[in-house]
């Protein structure tokens, strides 16, 4: 079955770092490949997504390829901010005719100033 | 366009007891999701409807547990005999063929003492 394996947190950054999470899937097909992310006290958020190989979703800075060869879908941003402090998700659903999601475990990032 | 609301936020309820939470999508959202979300872990499909059908129900969803979409509109799901193992986070999501999502709603959380 589908699954997702995303870079073990806690990761804590200073501000203005660059900042690479990982995250790896199986799937068969051709999966669509998402981030969320969920600030503290909030739902979950779409940041980006990518629906077929070497697309880049991109979003408030963030950025992530689609790299089949690789079956990655890492997560990078120039330079953080202290508002980018949250728990990020990265999921993938399959192209079966609906969009049921699996998610990765999460990555708890923090910056600080 | 007010985004996916769910009913209430929050749960507290006795072993044994029933609950019942609601969720409405964003309108004309055809699709519409329900996933649990434990700490320190991603969400984790439950079920899916498409219009009134429910099409697809995870093994995690147990015959203590109930969906229905009756009009194709809010969708309610119900945890009979509730357990302390059923205390997490429900989610809700929606979405539409061709557009970006799922979106996903605040969450109910559930404590079961």
């Known amino acids: 079955g589908n699954s997702v394996t995303q870079m073990e947190g806690p990761v804590t950054l200073s501000e203005e770092a660059f900042l690479t999470i990982n995250c790896t899937y199986t799937a068969t097909g051709y999966p669509s490949l998402f981030w969320y992310v969920q600030y503290p006290g909030e739902g979950l958020q779409l940041l980006l997504k990518a629906t077929k190989a070497d697309d880049k979703g991109s979003n408030k800075g963030f950025e992530a390829t689609y790299r089949k060869e690789t079956t990655s879908f890492h997560l990078e941003k120039g330079s953080v901010q202290v508002s980018d402090s949250a728990v990020y998700f990265c999921a993938l659903t399959s192209n079966f005719g609906n969009e049921k999601l699996t998610f990765g475990t999460g990555t708890r990032l923090t910056i600080i100033p | ?113």
């Open chain 2, 1 to 113: 366009d007010t985004g996916v609301s769910q009913d209430p936020r929050h749960k507290i309820t006795k072993r044994g007891q029933n609950v019942t939470f609601r969720c409405d999508p964003i309108s004309e959202h055809n699709r519409l999701y329900w996933y649990r979300q434990t700490l320190g872990q991603g969400p984790e499909f439950l079920t899916y409807f498409q219009n009134e059908a429910q099409l697809e129900k995870s093994r995690l969803l147990s015959d203590r547990f109930s969906a229905e979409r009756p009009k194709g509109s809010f969708s309610t799901l119900e945890i009979q005999r509730t357990e302390q193992g059923d205390s997490a986070m429900y989610l809700c999501a929606s979405s539409s063929t061709g557009t970006s999502g799922p979106y996903f709603g605040p969450g109910t959380r559930l404590t079961v003492t």
